[in-house]
């Protein structure tokens, strides 16, 4: 059974940091390139970060760049998503999902079931 529990989520305050993971299991993490994911209440979810399947190549939405960092360890079979410097836009729900290919192509395979992260001002 394919499961992505993702964890880290929680409350803090604007500059400060978070780091979610990504935990995978019933499918070969390895093979796989990551994305995370978010939604904002009212808003429809849209993309976040991905990385490939050894972590060489990673691409993040423009709204995050140099900010927030998604990295894998694939002998944990888990993702992370280091966030610094957090704004008060980056409250949504976080979801990280997985690609049926090596490199991110758009679409998610596996789905989580997001963890919620709220940043005060």
Known sequence: ??????????LAQAGGSLRLSCAASGFTFSNYAMGWFRQAPGKEREFVASISWRGYVTN????VKGRLTVSRDNAKNTMYLQ???LKPEDTATYYCAASGRNMWSGAAKYWGQGTQVTISS
């Open 1 to 10: 059974q394919v499961q992505l529990v993702e964890s880290g989520g929680g």
């Open 60 to 63: 993040y939405a423009d709204s």
């Open 83 to 85: 966030m610094n410097s």
